[in-house]
């Protein structure tokens, strides 16, 4: 047998042969539940529907393949030092299941918890970090200041000379913030949920919504045919209003390309992830060697998965400014992704107007860190039919009602 000794190997580190495991199925003609998009929300959506709901009869569908989108293109910042409570708890709900999440899926997801400093340039960056530190202890979150001194110390390729073109003034670090594998977490998601009975049906994109006369949801169009279902919930990031005014739900969003890149790997240099929000630049180093730099949106709408060349000059700009030593290195690659941003820069998760129809979007530049806990809070969600309470400030009527989560004015980014 092909497998057999990949197939020994892992049983004899105590994990079950992989082709037992793994399903690539033809879509069937009805389910109890479809999930729109098999990203990390959500294929952990229907990992945790099925572990913690009993919810089984699942397919979660994909345009493309599984890990494909932004999942699998992002530069795979983690933390938890938002400042508003609601963001906090959101975003420390899915750090607190990172912790164990190689250990829950038993697949490593490669969390590293290295620590993320966020640089400060001005005055202002000063005191909006301050006031995230004071913030975040009052939240119980880790996050505390360094002076450039201690920044340096801690991150040694950083340049704080007083003649820096982007003078460091001090740092914010979070030292549970990090990194993790992206396609590792799709694919320990998709394997944990795959052998609990989910289907995930790759190369099949939906096209429309289908409703009944109670305005409920029936089922969906696909390119490989009907699917019929009463809940559907979309997970499709860059692609949200498209797929929910096949409902008639019009979104609060707007979708941008969001660019990143690699140097070539060299050795061990980068101890942990920089961010300087002030420049939009973003750094961290791969365990393949590679440094991982993350560069700011485009600043028009659009579909294409690059981003202008412009941003990413700017942002290769900045990180040698910022670390001198870096210049010699080569570009390997880049790559472009689509967000989609609400108005406020805060997710939506939670009911819509339409019955059967669930939605979990709007994350922009910052949902990977989510990934565990927006996957289990909408599991929640599509289970009980109503928000689970940390999802619940993140509803779509909060537009409506006047009641934004504005993280953007908080932090002024949001990877
Ligand atoms: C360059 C870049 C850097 C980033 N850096 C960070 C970072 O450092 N930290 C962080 O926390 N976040 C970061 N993000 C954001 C993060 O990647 C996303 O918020 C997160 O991955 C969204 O996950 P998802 O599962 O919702 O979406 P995706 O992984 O994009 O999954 C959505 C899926 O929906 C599918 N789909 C779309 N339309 C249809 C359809 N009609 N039918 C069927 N399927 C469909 C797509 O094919 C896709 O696979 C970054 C994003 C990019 C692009």
């Not at 110390?153 to 820096?164: E, S």
């Not at 969003?253 to 101890?271: N, R, T, Y």
């Not at 819509?352 to 809070?377: D, E, I, Q, R």
Request: charged share 15%; net charge positive; aromatic share 8%.
């Amino acid at each position: 047998m092909k497998f057999s000794l990949f197939a020994l190997a892992r049983q004899a580190i105590g994990g079950a042969p992989w082709p037992a495991q793994w399903r690539d199925p033809e879509p069937r003609a009805s389910y109890d539940t479809v999930i729109v998009g098999a990203g990390g929300h959500g294929l952990a959506t229907a990992y945790y529907l099925a572990k913690e709901h009993g919810i089984r009869d699942i397919a979660v569908l994909d345009k493309g393949w599984l890990g494909g989108g932004n999942t699998g293109r992002n530069t795979t910042i983690i933390r938890s030092n938002y400042l508003r409570d609601e963001s906090a708890a959101i975003y420390e709900h899915s750090l607190k299941l990172w912790e164990t999440l190689s250990s829950t899926l038993n697949y490593n997801t490669m969390y590293s918890p290295r620590g993320v400093l966020m640089l400060a340039h001005n005055e202002h960056d000063v005191r909006v970090f301050r006031r995230h530190v004071h913030a975040n202890r009052a939240q119980g979150i880790d996050n505390e200041w360094l002076t450039p001194e201690q920044a340096k110390a801690f991150c040694p390729p950083l340049y704080i000379g007083a003649d820096a073109r982007y003078p460091v003034l001090g740092a914010a670090l979070q030292r549970r913030g990090g990194v993790a594998r992206h396609d590792a977490v799709a694919w320990g998601y998709a394997r944990a949920a795959s052998a609990m009975g989910v289907d995930i049906v790759q190369n099949c994109a939906v096209t429309g919504i289908a409703r009944g006369p109670d305005g409920a949801v029936t089922g969906v169009e696909t390119t490989r045919g009907a699917i019929a279902t009463k809940r559907i919930g979309v997970v499709a990031a860059g692609h949200t209003s498209v797929l929910m005014a096949m409902a008639g739900v019009r979104m609060p969003l707007e979708s941008f390309p969001l660019q990143a890149l690699v140097s070539e790997p060299v050795k061990p240099i980068m101890p942990c992830v920089v961010m300087s929000n002030s420049v939009h630049a973003y750094i961290s180093q791969s365990d393949k060697g590679e440094l991982v730099i993350g560069a700011g949106t485009d600043a028009y709408t659009s579909y294409s998965q690059a981003g202008g060349l412009h941003i990413a000059a700017h942002t290769l700009e900045a990180i040698c400014e910022m670390f001198p030593s870096f210049r010699r290195l080569r570009m390997l690659r880049n790559w472009g992704g689509i967000v989609d941003t609400t108005p406020d820069r805060s997710p939506i998760i939670g009911p819509t107007p339409v019955p059967g129809l669930f939605v979990n979007c709007g994350w922009g530049t910052g949902g990977f860190k989510a990934t565990p806990g927006s996957g289990h809070v909408f599991a929640a969600t599509i289970a009980r039919g109503e928000p689970h309470p940390i999802a619940a400030p993140f509803g779509l009527d909060r537009f409506r009602t006047g009641r934004p989560i504005d993280e953007a004015a908080a932090a002024a980014v949001s990877h």
